[in-house]
């Protein structure tokens, strides 16, 4: 994945934490779910263990078929957490 792709990704958590309308919430999950979803097919294609799991999670809160229903500031600190987290591994998913 471009390492465009991972910073874009990363500024669309950022903004999420502002009052946008729905339709930025369905892109966000789709872009996100999309993002993560790649990081942890690339790190269970190089056998890694740990950093799959974590981005699997992160696919399902994103999921934008079934919607994980949490309160907006649990989603701020989730969203923020996965910003950090892709900020932090994105040499592992980029290419």
Known sequence: MPTQIIYITIALLVIAIL???IEMDEVLRIV??????WGAY??????????????????????PISEVVLQKELWIGINLFAAALLLITKKQIAE
């Open 19 to 21: 009052p946008l309308p």
């Open 42 to 63: 690339k790190n269970f294609m190089q056998k890694k263990l740990l950093l799959p799991l974590v981005y699997s999670l992160f696919v399902i809160l994103f999921n």
């Open 32 to 37: 996100v779910a999309g993002t993560f979803g």
